[in-house]
């Protein structure tokens, strides 16, 4: 066994050096999987912030919707939707243009976006009734939109006597 110093100290040397790049590769592949994680993280926060904001503006425009239907008179209802004084049920809707152009304009700031409004007589005890014998009217506000593969929904109903 030959101790000189210089050659134990060189020994030591090239050991230590080869155990630091293994440290150091180590910690490159973990603070490599640390900030994929991180990014990963961020990305799926700023997705879920826009849905969100997306879902609070469909509310929004739900809410809108059902007030401007609000100020219409309980017998201006029906003529408003188109409908006649026998008629049960009645329906506007963006995708097919029955609904007032102003809706179209609040739809377009969703992606595929739509707003359906439904209206329905109803008479004692919530049973289906004529619009010219109704006693209350229920007002059902429906914007949906699409998000990613799925369609998301907001749906408000009010029923005005």
Do not use: C, K, Y
């Amino acid at each position: 066994m030959n101790d000189r110093p210089g050659q134990r100290h060189l020994f030591f040397f090239h050991r230590a050096s080869g155990f630091v790049l293994l440290d150091a590769l180590l910690a490159g592949v973990l603070l490599g999987i640390v900030a994929l994680s991180a990014v990963a993280l961020v990305d799926h926060a700023l997705r879920v912030g826009r849905a969100a904001e997306r879902l609070d503006r469909g509310r929004e425009i739900a809410e809108r919707t059902i007030r401007e239907l609000e100020i219409v008179s309980f017998h201006g209802l029906p003529e408003r939707f188109g409908a006649a004084v026998d008629d049960t049920t009645a329906r506007l809707d963006t995708a097919d243009g029955s609904a007032p152009s102003s809706w179209s304009g609040l739809a377009a700031e969703l992606p595929e976006g739509r707003i359906i409004a439904h209206l329905e007589g109803l008479g004692p005890a919530a049973a289906d009734r004529a619009f010219g014998a109704a006693v209350a009217l229920r007002v059902t506000v429906v914007v949906s939109w699409r998000e990613a593969a799925r369609r998301r929904v907001v749906r408000l109903v009010t029923v005005r006597t």
